[in-house]
């Protein structure tokens, strides 16, 4: 689920500002770190510091957006990938400066402590709470993509940027507006992550391409091929480190490559 | 201009002959790592500048070229015999892999050269049987350059090492250099500025970039198999997409459409590095900023910064 919400944001950006961001995988390791800080080491409530570093991030994306990303909409594919893993670069060594080099293990919050049996297993109370949180942003992201104003919004401009611009829609604010909503996705999942992971630099660029994967699984710029390719990869990779531990990250790939030479556009792209 | 670049070409070789007769054995550490990461790049800019295509799995093929490489050099000490298996185990992994992947272009070339890379790398990283895992190969000898009955060179000394590397660098860029100036590397250019009229002069595109992709492979295998003998051990990190992104920043970082621009960007690459490490270990900020500020603002690179703007404001004088 934590990679749907990765995987979320980045195929956002990718359908709509037709940008292959490759530092939202930093995205998500500086909401991580933020929630840390704000939890771990504040000691401040557990929702409230989920909020705040989703505000954090999304300043961050704000100012990434409206100052770098702008500018490169236009330009080829390899420019945009090499900018974005420029930030890559600057995030991680940011990440050690501030934090240090290794890696840390946030305290669990106490209310989502705990085990519910679920058919007789012990199922931890924490993974259910992150799987319910997944579902409810697909809803509530589903919701303002097909409900709202702002939603019909960004699907014009997806489809025809000019067009949009032309009947008046401020096409570059609206771009600086979802670009934020990715990298508050990002943080969501990064902060939401916190109490079962580990936090540590490099997180970024290893979440990045399980990221890209899913995304090509369920077809770029796909919200509902996100979706799905989040659940494909996550089933994939825990019953891959069951059945053959040696080729799980292998397998992996192997999916990503077949889905990419049958069918580019990914599995859900029309 | 005409008459200076080969008079130039000439002292920057002699320097580079004469290079061990006054440098330290860092100096050329430095040296050999910077001629690996310009072959690497080259090969990689040939696909990139010439063809169009970004590949981000260029690492893989560096790896396999290692891996192959240590693995001969580990059973048969022939270092003559590790490099060239090294370079053809790249170059064939390329072929084959390339034969998937060239019926792509833009986006979805790059994401799949990404996932064949990073298959590459988990196989490095899991298999411990055949790769030793996450501990790679050690003891990897620096073998004599040797052809049984006629000649055999010690390569201990960093000096002859870095001779051995030089040599053959300096024959790939050679033929590198030809082949960019050749009818098949003006086809290439073709095929990245206008895809459908070259196909149209009726070339197969297709088998063109597969040449191209192979080639590529060949010289990150070569790049690859420089490296066991020098650092005496192989490790995974060395087929992980980030080791894939080394050759586009510093292609980008001399020049994209420049022959010279990867091998510049090689140079500077470790010169900021080193200068750099040396006040702060945080270097890659630095490093990512220049990258983000090169897209930004000078998207030709050095080269093209020095050939435009520099040398006719020289020359006004």
């Not at chain 1, 390899?78 to 991680?92: A, K, M, S």
């Not at chain 2, 590529?216 to 060395?238: D, K, M, Q």
Request: glycine share 12%; hydrophobic share 55%.
């Amino acid at each position: 689920m934590y990679l749907w919400l990765l995987a979320a944001g980045l195929t956002l950006v990718f359908g709509v500002l037709g940008v292959l961001n490759f530092a939202h995988g930093s995205l998500f390791m500086l909401g991580a770190y933020a929630a840390f800080t704000f939890y771990g080491k504040l000691n401040i409530n557990f929702g409230l510091s989920i909020l705040l570093s989703l505000i954090s991030v999304g300043i961050i994306g704000a100012i990434l957006e409206r100052f770098f990303i702008r500018r490169i909409y236009d330009l080829d594919l390899p420019y945009q990938l090499i900018l974005t893993f420029g930030f890559i670069l600057i995030f991680d060594d940011l990440v050690k400066m501030v934090w240090g080099g290794v890696a840390m293990i946030p305290p669990m919050p106490g209310f989502l402590e705990g085990n519910l049996t679920v058919l007789g297993r012990p199922y931890p109370f924490y993974n259910i709470f992150i799987i319910f949180a997944g579902l409810a942003v697909a809803l509530v992201l589903w919701l303002i993509l097909e409900k709202t104003w702002w939603g019909r919004m960004i699907r014009a401009s997806a489809s025809d940027r000019e067009m949009a611009g032309a009947i008046g829609i401020n096409i570059p604010f609206l771009f600086t507006t979802v670009f934020v909503l990715s990298a508050m996705l990002a943080a969501l999942g990064g902060a939401l992550g916190t109490p079962v992971r580990v936090v540590a630099p490099g997180i970024g660029t290893a979440m990045i391409i399980q990221a890209f994967v899913i995304t090509v699984i369920g077809g770029l710029g796909n919200l509902k091929g996100a979706f799905v390719g989040a659940l494909i990869v996550g089933i994939l990779t825990s019953f891959g480190i069951l059945l053959f531990p040696i080729f799980e990250l292998f397998i992996i790939f192997v999916v990503m490559a077949i889905v990419l030479m049958v069918k580019p556009e990914g599995l859900f792209g029309k | 201009m005409t008459k200076l670049k080969p008079l130039l070409l000439i002292a920057l070789i002699l320097l580079l002959l004469l290079l061990p007769a006054f440098a330290g054995k860092y100096l050329l550490y430095m040296a050999i790592h910077i001629l690996i990461l310009s072959v690497f790049a080259l090969g990689f800019n040939l696909l990139l500048g010439y063809t169009g295509l970004l590949s981000f799995g260029q690492a893989g093929f560096f790896a396999i070229g290692s891996y192959a490489c240590a693995k001969i050099l580990l059973v048969i000490p022939s270092l003559l015999l590790g490099t060239i298996s090294g370079t053809l185990a790249g170059g064939i992994a390329a072929l084959i892999l390339g034969y998937l992947c060239v019926r792509y272009t833009r986006i979805y070339f790059s994401m799949l050269t990404l996932s064949f890379g990073m298959m590459i790398y988990s196989l490095a990283w899991k298999w411990r049987e055949v790769t030793g895992g996450d501990d790679g190969l050690a003891g990897i000898p620096r073998a004599p350059l040797e052809i049984p009955g006629i000649f055999s060179i010690n390569m201990s000394p960093m000096g002859n090492y870095y001779y051995f590397v030089l040599v053959v660098s300096l024959i790939a860029i050679f033929l590198i250099h030809r082949m960019v100036h050749s009818p098949f590397g003006l086809t290439l250019k073709g095929i990245r500025d206008s895809e459908n009229r070259v196909a149209f002069a009726g070339v197969s595109i297709r088998n063109y970039r597969l040449l191209s992709f192979t080639i590529a492979g060949l010289y990150a295998g070569l790049a690859g198999s420089f490296l066991p003998p020098l650092e005496n051990t192989v490790t995974p990190p060395i087929a992980h997409w980030t080791h894939s992104a080394e050759p586009v920043m510093v292609t980008l970082l001399g020049g994209i459409h420049t022959f010279s621009g990867p091998i510049v960007g090689s140079i500077l690459f470790y010169i900021i590095k080193d200068i750099i490490v040396r006040f702060t270990q945080y270097w890659l900020i630095l490093f990512g900023s220049i990258v983000i500020f090169l897209v930004l603002v000078f998207r030709g690179g050095v080269v093209i910064f020095f050939t435009e703007k520099i040398l006719p404001w020289v020359k006004r004088r």
